[in-house]
């Protein structure tokens, strides 16, 4: 069967944070392709994603299964793991981004995107700490917004949903949704899509049906993976953040603040220019 929903990206369209039983993840993608035909089932759905992937990961690895399996529906939801690694750096980002969201629209497919909530805010970093990840999350929507409307997307404001400052819609890492968060994301997808007349079937419910959350299972999440990730930061970010850090407090101190983001806007605005140049993408994904 042709799938008619393929999904790229990382551990959020994974399904991170919303457990089946038995094992394994489901997540707001398979909600959503429940709710995009007129009976469950009738939208197959491929899920690419992968935890850890990074924007480049998704155009270099995912992209090329997506595109070979032509889908009607297609979901880029990636750069959040960007921004934690230390090196980050806006251009390639966006040639990822712009390289993904062209192929794919250009298969005919209907390119699902969503600017997604800051990192440092969903864990309650102190500010010198924050900062920085803030003003790269900022860059990564800029983009994401951009490349979205250069290529006639359907983007969801997900930064700016009030729902995303709920704590029953996280999970116990606060970086991935809980079921709850899940099916909100698939109804704010499923609301966009219906809007233009391409969703069939009702919204994805509210009601839970996955096992609770428990205080074992959260203890044993940080246990395993949890410990991991950290670990996993503490080698390749904490470095570089807290260089990030210590720079953000000298030019807190001289009241200069504003120069910091002054640069990040210029070269998120130089990454989108790039774009727009004959082969800009190609060349700076390459």
């Known amino acids: ?3 008619g929903f393929v999904a790229l990206g990382d551990s959020l369209t994974e399904g ?3 457990p089946v039983a038995g094992g394994g993840w489901r997540g707001w993608a398979a909600l959503l392709a429940d709710a995009l035909g007129p009976r469950p089932g009738d939208v197959a759905l491929v899920n690419l994603a992968r935890s850890g992937a990074l924007a480049a990961d998704v155009a270099g690895e995912q992209l090329p299964q997506a595109r070979a399996l032509a889908p009607r529906f297609a979901s880029v939801l990636v750069g959040a793991n960007d921004t934690l690694r230390a090196a980050f750096a806006i251009d390639r980002v966006a040639a990822a981004l712009d390289q ?8 005919g497919a209907v390119v699902l995107t969503a600017c997604l909530p800051d990192p440092g805010r969903m864990l309650g970093l102190p500010a010198p700490l924050a900062r920085p990840l803030a003003r790269r999350m900022r860059a990564v929507n800029t983009v994401v917004h951009a490349v979205c409307a250069r290529h006639g997307g359907v983007h969801l404001h997900l930064a700016d949903h009030p729902w ?6 996280w999970s116990v890492d606060r970086l991935h949704p809980s079921e709850r968060g899940h099916r909100l994301l698939a109804r704010g997808f499923h609301a966009a ?5 391409l969703a069939c079937g009702p919204p994805p419910p509210l009601t839970l049906d996955g096992p609770p959350p428990t205080r074992i299972g959260s203890l044993a999440w940080m246990a395993t993976r949890g410990t991991r990730w950290v670990a996993d930061r503490c080698t390749d970010l904490l470095p ?3 260089a990030l850090a210590a720079r953000e407090c000298r030019y807190g101190v001289a009241g200069s603040g504003r120069l910091l983001d002054a640069t990040a806007e210029r070269a998120t605005r130089s990454a989108l220019a790039a774009l727009s140049e004959p082969g800009g993408a190609a060349t700076m994904a390459g």
Do not use: I, N, Y
């Open 1 to 3: 069967m042709t799938p």
């Open 16 to 18: 991170l944070g919303d």
């Open 100 to 107: 993904a969201h062209g192929t794919l629209s250009a298969g």
């Open 164 to 169: 995303v400052t709920e704590r029953s819609t």
């Open 193 to 197: 899509l219906a809007a233009r007349g």
């Open 240 to 242: 570089d953040l807290l």
